[in-house]
């Protein structure tokens, strides 16, 4: 019988219910599930911004995940570098990445050592992005509606 390891890597800031869904359906199709939690720099690299909640603290929400066997610092931008660390037989990723060229190239480069790509449904009514927009707007400073020389 054989010993299935999936990996399932993300930001995870802002943890949501999306997260959990992604970490849920990945657990449910592999024995052994480690979760990859992206680094700040490798964040800021590939989404061109920082983690609101710093690293130490994701992976420890993360980690804390019943469905998480393991959590893993990613720290590089190349999966197959940290395949090579890791050892999954799966990765799993959000279908937002399906039929892209970065998913196109994913499928390509762990088709060269046997790992799978399984996608799971993007959660659309909760991300991260939209979260922090959320509170983007909660903290804009608000503008008076009246100048202050039409109030004399």
């Known amino acids: ?9 993300g930001v995870y800031d802002l943890f949501h219910v ?8 990945a657990r449910s199709q592999c ?3 480690v979760a990859g939690v992206v680094s700040d720099e490798m ?5 061109g911004r ?13 980690r804390s995940v019943r469905f998480v066997d393991a959590a893993f610092v990613e720290t590089v931008p190349d999966k197959l570098e940290t395949w090579q660390q890791v050892r999954f037989d799966v990765l799993f990723k959000g279908d937002d990445w399906r039929g892209t060229d970065k998913g196109r190239r994913l499928e390509r480069d762990f ?6 790509i399984v996608y799971f ?3 659309v009514h909760t991300s991260s992005t939209q979260l922090r927009k959320a509170l983007d707007v909660l903290t804009e400073p608000v503008q008076p509606s009246v100048r202050p020389s039409e109030a004399l």
């Open 111 to 116: 088709a060269t050592v046997g790992v799978e």
């Open 50 to 62: 920082s983690p609101v909640v710093p690293l130490v603290e994701r992976l420890e929400i993360v």
């Open 43 to 47: 964040a800021q690299l590939a989404k």
């Open 1 to 9: 019988m054989s010993h299935r390891v999936g990996y399932a890597p």
């Open 121 to 123: 449904p993007y959660t």
């Open 18 to 25: 999306g997260h959990l869904n992604i970490l849920r359906h």
């Open 31 to 33: 024995d052994y599930l």
